[in-house]
């Protein structure tokens, strides 16, 4: 697909639905090889991308919340409550029973996802605040996310806090500063050699999101057979209402605040575009439900459709300079007239 231009920008959705449909078609290879169970092995997935997350990251990417903290706050404000009060909403609509409720929460509650950073490029959003706002919500996501889960899915199955921070911290924490300690290690020999390096990573990170969607959908085929419409209808929902609020607040917020159309773009991206696999991983290792992992699977495959898609529709509309204005009053309208 990378081969074909007009297929390049998809070419990770469509690996994402291909994966999809073959787990679907034959769960049974998913499932355990050798006589060993594969589901274990989704979190150690999630760390490697976590990891390969770290070394993309340097001193000038903290800078950046002290240059531009309006869009960093804004971001992370609308990350922790928008998505999850929306899930919490959907799931109720919808009449999730616990564990997809569980999981549809968990799904609203974590970081933002990675290749948020790349659909901000394709949509000409600003780009370094995309990287700014992910560090941002992954580094909070250790303390805010379990305290959301608490609140949020407490009634739909038992949380432990201390055991999701935990997790978390394991999960997100000490990979990314592992891969972060390495690139200050490795210095100009990691600039020397960054192409290859960012290649091999973006391959690791498609194959770890990849690897935790075919080994958590695979047993719960037949659920997906019965309820897979509702849960992708679910995804559609919560992530429009991720998308919309995220541009429409920022646009309104921009009246006062230094938040220009490229930043309300990037931070619509951030808000609606979830950590499928940090989401599938806790579901995984900390609720013990691949039940509760099918929302944030089925938001991995959705939130990189939709994101492409809003990318390629951003992308050929050139983003406004400057401030929102607010409408003149009619009288003051008149006055100037």
């Known amino acids: 697909m990378r081969v074909l231009e007009f297929l390049r920008r998809q070419a990770f959705a469509l690996t994402i639905i291909a994966c999809a449909v073959s787990a679907y078609l034959w769960p049974s290879l998913y499932i355990e090889w050798f006589g060993v169970k594969l589901m274990p092995f989704v979190g150690p997935s999630i760390q490697l991308i976590m990891f390969g997350m770290g070394t993309t990251l340097t001193s000038a990417d903290f800078l950046r919340v002290a240059k531009a903290p309006w869009g960093v706050a804004v971001g992370a404000v609308l990350q922790f409550t928008v998505m999850p009060l ?8 919808l009449g999730f029973e616990d564990e997809l409720a569980a999981g549809m929460v968990l ?44 609140t949020l899915a407490g009634t739909y199955v038992e949380i432990n806090v201390l055991k999701m921070m935990v997790e978390m911290l394991k999960i997100v924490i000490l ?46 085929r037949d659920l997906l057979a019965k309820a897979g419409a509702v849960i992708f209808l679910s995804t559609i929902l919560h992530t ?65 459709l939709s994101g492409s898609t809003l990318a390629s529709f951003w992308s050929t509309r050139p983003p406004t300079s400057g401030k929102a204005v607010s409408p003149r009053p009619p009288q003051e309208e008149e006055t100037r007239k």
């Open 107 to 150: 799904i609203g509650s974590v970081a933002g996802g990675m290749a948020s950073n790349v659909i901000a490029y394709l949509a000409k959003a600003n780009v370094a605040l995309s990287v700014t706002m992910t560090c941002v919500s992954t580094l909070l996501s250790p303390i805010v996310t379990p305290f959301l889960m608490k």
């Open 240 to 304: 429009t209402v991720g998308y919309s609020l995220g541009y429409g607040i920022s646009r309104l917020l921009g009246i006062w605040l230094p938040i220009d159309e490229r930043d309300a773009r990037t931070v619509a991206i951030e808000v609606g575009m979830q950590n499928g696999g940090m989401a599938a991983a806790l579901a995984v290792n900390v609720l013990h439900s691949s039940v509760a992992a099918l929302p944030a699977n089925a938001a991995a495959i959705w939130m990189n």
């Open 86 to 93: 929306a899930a919490v909403g959907v799931a109720k609509v």
């Open 175 to 220: 990979p990314v500063g592992a891969g972060w300690l390495l690139r200050l290690a490795l210095g100009h020999r990691y600039e020397t050699h960054k192409r290859g390096i960012d290649l091999a990573l973006q391959t690791v990170a498609m194959f770890g999101i990849c690897f935790s969607l075919v080994v958590c959908l695979a047993p719960n």
